[in-house]
C-alpha cells in the first residue's frame, strides 16, 4: 500500500514527549496538563487554555537511577518515567494530575514532586482517590474528587474556566477526535484492511500525547487518504487479533506483532481506541462533570474495576471486538510486575480460551520491546498455531 502522508511525521513527532505540537501550544500561551492514567478524565484536562499530555518516556534506555528509587521490582513503565522526569524530561510541564490507582505510579510521581522535577514557579501535582466499584456511590465520589483534585487547583492556580459551558466545549473536542479515531479505526474491519493496526496505533497514540485541536487537520486528511487508499492484492498478514491489555505506548511492540505476521485488529489497551476513543454522550438530566465521570466509570475497562459486573464485563467486551473485527485469536499482554494487569491476565487468558474458545498468546514484558528474540519467537509459533487450528477446521 502506498505510505500514508502524515506516518513518518507522527512516527518521529512521538520520539519526543515534548514534542513540535506540544511546544506550538505552549507557545500559543496553553498549559501542558500531565497525565498518568485513563482514571483520570482525559477531556477534564483539555479544558480552554489547556491541553492534556499523557505521559510516556520515548527512547528509554538505562533506568538505573529509576530503579534505585523504586526497586526492580516495580513496573518499568513507571520506573522510566522517574528516569526520564530526573533528566529533565518532565519539565515542560505545568502540572500533574494523577490518580491513586496503583503503588508503583503513586510512588512513580511521588518521588517526581519529592525530587523537584519541574522547577516552574506554578507547578503543582494533585493526587485524586478514584473508584474500585462501578455504581452511584462511587460515581459521587469520583465526581467529588474530580472536582477537588482536578477543577479546583486548575482554576484556582492557573484561572482556567471549569464552568459547564468550558466543560461542554472540551467534550466536544474530545468527540470528535474520538469520531476521527474511531472512523480510522473501521478500516481494520475489511478483510483486506486499508490500515494496518502499526499505522493506526501511531496516529492513536498521537492524540494521547499531542493538543487535540492541532491533530484534528492530520487525522481529516488521513482519513480522506485511507478513503482512497488501495490495499494490496495479497495481505501481508496471515492471521488477525485482538491485542488486550496494560499500557502500550512502544510502537515497536505493535511493530513486532506485526513484522510475523498477526495483524492488530482491534487495541483494548491504556492508549488505544478501545474504550479510550468512545465519545461521550451527554442528556439534560446531570451535570457535565457527573457526566463526564459516568462516562468514564461506565465505559472503563480497566482491571482496577474489581466489583464482579465489570468482571464479567470485561472478557464480554474483548469476545466483542474479536467477533466485531473477525479476530482469529487474542493476544493478552501486561508489563511486568503490573499487579492489576497480572491477575486479569491470568484468569482471562484461561477463560477467554476455556469459556469463549479463542486461542490466546499470553505473554508478560519490558517496556521496551526493541528487537524482543523471545516476544518474536512466540507471536511466531502464536500464528503458526492460528493456520493449523484454520487448516483443521477446513
Known sequence: MKDLKHLYYLENLLAEANNDLVRQAQEEGRLAVGNVCSLIPEVLLDLPGCFSVRLRAPRTGSMEVGTYYMTSLLC???????????????????????PDACAAMNRAVENMELLKTCNKEKFFITYSDVPMKSDETALKHYVKQMRLRVLEPLNKVYGIDVSDEALQKAVEQYNRISKLIRELGEYRKEEKPRITGYEFHVFCLATYVCPKDLLIPILEDTLKQVKRRRPDEKSPFRARVVLAGSEIDDLD????????????????????????????????????????????????????????????????????????????GIIYEQMKFCDYWGYERMAASYIMEHEYGYPVLSVDRPYVVGTSGQLRTRVQAFVEGLEIKEIHRR
Open 76 to 98: 518499568e513503565f513507571c520506573r522510566a518515567l522517574v528516569e526520564r522526569a530526573m533528566e529533565g524530561g518532565c519539565e515542560f510541564l505545568d502540572c500533574i494530575i494523577a
Open 253 to 328: 511492540f505493535i511493530k513486532l506483532i506485526e513484522e510475523n505476521g498477526a495483524m492488530v485488529v482491534a487495541d483494548r489497551h491504556c492508549f488505544g481506541s478501545f474504550p479510550g476513543r468512545e465519545e461521550i454522550q451527554l442528556n439534560d438530566q446531570e451535570d457535565m462533570l457527573t457526566q463526564i465521570c459516568r462516562h468514564y466509570m461506565t465505559t472503563g475497562q480497566c482491571p482496577r474495576y474489581m466489583n464482579t459486573d465489570k468482571i464479567n464485563e470485561r472478557k464480554d467486551y474483548v469476545d466483542k471486538l474479536a467477533k466485531e473485527y473477525k479476530a482469529d
